[in-house]
């Protein structure tokens, strides 16, 4: 994971400052892309330890289509929670404190075990709109359709490995980026930032190349490299075939100001070994996977290192 490390010192040395949505700020750069060989192991940071749990259970909420955090609150992930709160406040007309405040901490904790033990609670306030889950597998067209783009994803890949017109095919693309629903993601939850990816079939592998809009460097990349390595390697392994790469492409690549420290801190640490990251091979449908269907062996991170998140 050398590459990250050099990612982030990229940052350091080449953004420029720049206002963002939070109004946080960071430092930016624009169109960046990172490659990983999932042969040679399990592209999970090794320089802070990660939140796999949280990582698998995200991945496996978003292939079920669900769009409501119940099901992340109920597994004991919080990743999704401070967005559906601060819609929350503000629909109640109440003042939005800063993330890392005493303030934040109790009403976010009290918030969630109503998500969690209030099931009309969490219908109304737990729903985020129409995000990745719903476009993933639930895409509504003009004529009143449904599309299931993982399952048609799904379909052509296998149909790549013998079909001439298939095998070769550009077109195995799932998009999270409707613009149709954007201001309806906007309200609870918020718009796409790895919004496209694109399977690649060759020589018995499966490979993934995903483009993702705003990537908060510290806190979300190291996520978002292990999540779409492991969709990867889980739609190979539905598939009947190897996998490949994972390629990562960024639009504006940034770090925010309130992480500088915590980088620092990154940096200073000697990556370690990758681990190897096994699947249950019995699942052969990628609605099957469950968390027990997941192996990390040999994984020796650093200590985490917290961040505030931005919202």
Known sequence: MRQYLDLLEDIKQNGVKKSDRTG?????????????????????????????????????????????????????????????YKHYLQAQDKTVAQTSSDEWQKGIAEFTERIKNDKAFAKKWGELGPVYGYQWRHWQTPDGREIDQIAKAIENIKAAKSDPFHRDSRRIIVSAWNVADIEAMNKAGL???????????????????????????????????????????????????????????YGDTHLYLNHLKQVDEQLSRRPRPLPTMKLNPKIKKIEDFTIDDFELIGYDPHPAIWAPIAV
């Not at 496996?60 to 099901?71: E, Q």
């Not at 705003?214 to 598939?239: C, E, H, K, R």
Request: aromatic share 14%; with cysteine.
């Open 24 to 84: 946080t700020g960071t430092i930016s750069v624009f169109g960046r892309q990172l490659r990983f060989d999932l042969s040679q192991g399990f592209p999970l940071l090794t320089t802070k330890k990660m939140f796999l749990r949280g990582i698998i259970h995200e991945l496996i909420w978003f292939l079920k289509g669900s769009t409501n955090i119940k099901y992340l609150v109920d597994n004991d992930v919080h990743i999704w929670d401070e967005w559906p």
């Open 191 to 249: 718009p796409p930032c790895h919004l496209l990816f694109q399977f690649y079939v060759s020589q018995g592998k499966l490979s993934c190349q995903m483009y993702q809009r705003s990537a908060d460097t510290f806190l979300g990349v190291p996520f978002n490299i292990a999540s779409y390595s492991l969709l990867t390697m889980m739609m190979a392994q539905v598939t009947g075939l190897k996998p490949g790469d994972f390629v990562h492409t």
